[in-house]
């Protein structure tokens, strides 16, 4: 009996290090964008000065023959200065480009990185999507975590 008590004893001292740490972050795999005019920064996809359709647009990447579609959303609830958001759940497969297709002819290239992040022996580690590049051009670092990629 006694060494079953150790057994237990031991188990919950080496658990022990989790149980106050249990608010773990979530993988990010949501990124925001807007997609705008590198010449007047107007947008391309909302608003009167508008190019695309938004409901044409699509995400995607290839992976070998397949072609995989990541889900996107329109928001005009999330905005910066009054300018409407796309953003896309991108699932965590090390792609290393996304193609933005915004209609029959007109598709672009999104080169993507992802960073593991080792958070602790109680938390699983933190992954978090990146954009990079567009079109082989840097994209500059978010503003209040939305990526302007321009076009």
Known sequence: MIKVGNYILVLII?????????????????IYFRLVDKSTNNDL?????KLYNKD???????KG???ITEKVYFSASNTI???????????YTNYENLYLKL???????IATT????????????????????????????PVNGVYTLKK
Not at 81 to 91: E, K, T
Not at 103 to 109: I, K, L, M, S, Y
Not at 118 to 135: A, G, P, V, W
């Open 114 to 141: 992802y960073n593991v992040i080792d958070k602790s022996s109680c938390c699983d580690d933190l992954i978090e999507t990146s954009f990079i590049k567009f079109n082989n051009t840097d994209i500059a670092t």
């Open 45 to 49: 996809l909302y608003g009167p000065s």
């Open 81 to 91: 200065n009054g300018d409407s958001l796309v953003y896309a759940f991108i699932n």
């Open 56 to 62: 044409d647009l699509k995400l995607y990447t290839i």
């Open 65 to 67: 023959i397949d072609t």
């Open 14 to 30: 080496l658990s022990s290090c989790c149980i106050g740490n249990r608010k773990c972050q979530i993988n990010n795999f949501i």
């Open 103 to 109: 209609n029959n002819v007109d598709v672009d290239t």
